[in-house]
Structure formats: C-alpha cells, structure tokens
C-alpha cells in the first residue's frame, strides 16, 4: 500500500508570507495522480490543487503551486503571499489504484497564519 | 456549494445504540466513501463502493457496515456504538472516468457517551 507522510505537524507564516508544506509518499506505480487538500475548521474538504504523475510541469492555482519531484517521490506545496483564510489543515492525498481508487492521506500539516 | 450530504451534522448517542450516518449524493458518482477521521485528524479508509449492490471494507478495520442500494445513497450503520467510535466521518464520492474529482460530504461529529 502506498504511504503519504507529512513530516511537518505544524507550520506557521506570517501575513503576505510564503509558506510550503512538505509531503513525500512511497508507490511503485508509475502513473498516479497527487492531491492537496484543504480543511478548515467548518471540516469541509476543499481541493486545493491536484497533479497528475505524467506531466512533468507543476501544477499551479493562482497562490497555491506545487513542487513535483517524481524520482524522489516528494510533492510540496507552496502557499504564495498567505491569507488569514489560509489557516487550516493540508492534507496532501495520493490516489491508489487500490481500494476503488480511494484518496490515501497523510497525517496532515496545520497552518497557523498571522496578521 | 457541496452536492454531497451528510446528515445528522453533530450525534451524540449513548453505548450501545444502534445508528445510521447518512450520506447522499446528488452528482450520479459511482463510487463512494467513507472515512473515519480521527482526534488528531488523521482520516482512515473505512468502507467505499464502487457502484450499486458493491461495498467493500477499507484499510482501517471497522466495525460499522455499510451498503448501496441506490446510487445515490451511502449510509454507514453501527449495531452497537462504543465510545471508541467517537469519531468524525466524512463521505466522498468521485464519477469513474472524469477530472478525477472527489467530492467531499461536510462530516458527521459522532460522541458515544
């Protein structure tokens, strides 16, 4: 089974900052797609920006892009000039071929954001 | 807007009763899910469905069931609620074949007392 990890629990970032949040995962696939999520309090999961294993361009989402590093498995996230509304939860998501191609989440990073 | 429904938003019930989490989807999705996501926020693959009359067990064991009767219907059943289950579950359904989207139902708080 593949294995997403996020090493980093915590994060904070000041107002207008950068941030980026780290995630690595484990597969032997060679195609497979990657997901940030978002969850902010509320609970509702919000898709934050997807990329698919075959392109080799970074996926981009007005202030969220990815850095994607296929051969060392690595799929960080970079939040560009942080929101207040940017506080919440990021779970990064692999989707497996596996379990009806079910979402496979890391332990999640909480992002404190301050004025 | 989310066109995935979870319904009751907050439970608390006490141990040993019998409950149905409600998940709907408005969206024609074959293929659902539910997840149990724990206090410290980490989400486990309890149950999906790959379409009517398909449910299969996830990668955490549970000891809820589930099934799908109709395409749009999802709902998760504990015969007996333990305290252990308290839990936040949240549904997601994806279309086979699209942009490859999931769409997330908002959770059901469940607290067994």
């Known amino acids: 089974a593949q294995t997403v990890t996020q090493s980093q629990p915590e994060m904070s970032v000041q107002e207008a900052e950068t941030v980026t949040l780290s995630c690595t995962y484990d597969t032997s696939e060679s195609d497979y797609y990657l997901f940030w999520y978002k969850q902010p309090p509320s609970r509702q999961m919000i898709l934050v920006i997807r990329?698919?294993?075959?392109?080799?361009q970074n996926a981009t989402e007005n202030r969220f892009s990815v850095n994607f590093q296929k051969a060392a498995k690595s799929f960080s996230l970079k939040i560009s000039d942080s929101q207040l509304g940017d506080a919440a939860m990021y779970f990064c998501a692999y989707r497996s071929a596996d379990s009806g191609y079910a979402l496979n989440f890391g332990k999640g990073t909480s992002l404190l954001v301050t004025p | 807007e989310a066109d995935i429904y979870q319904t009751p938003r907050y439970l608390v019930i006490g141990t040993g009763k019998k409950i149905t989490l409600e998940c709907s989807q408005t969206m024609g999705h074959d293929k659902m899910y539910w997840y149990q996501q724990d206090p410290g926020m980490e989400l486990h693959l309890i149950h999906y469905?790959?379409?009517?009359?398909?449910?299969e067990k996830g990668d955490l064991s549970s000891e809820s069931t589930v099934s799908r009767i109709r395409t749009e219907h999802f709902p998760l059943t504990l015969e007996s609620a333990r305290p252990s289950h308290t839990s936040q579950y949240l549904c997601?359904?994806?279309?086979?074949?699209?942009?490859?989207?999931?769409?997330f139902g908002s959770g059901t708080r469940l607290t067994v007392v």
């Open positions: 990329q698919e294993a075959y392109k080799q």
């Open positions: 469905s790959y379409g009517v009359n398909s449910t």
């Open positions: 997601a359904s994806r279309q086979s074949g699209g942009n490859y989207g999931y769409t």
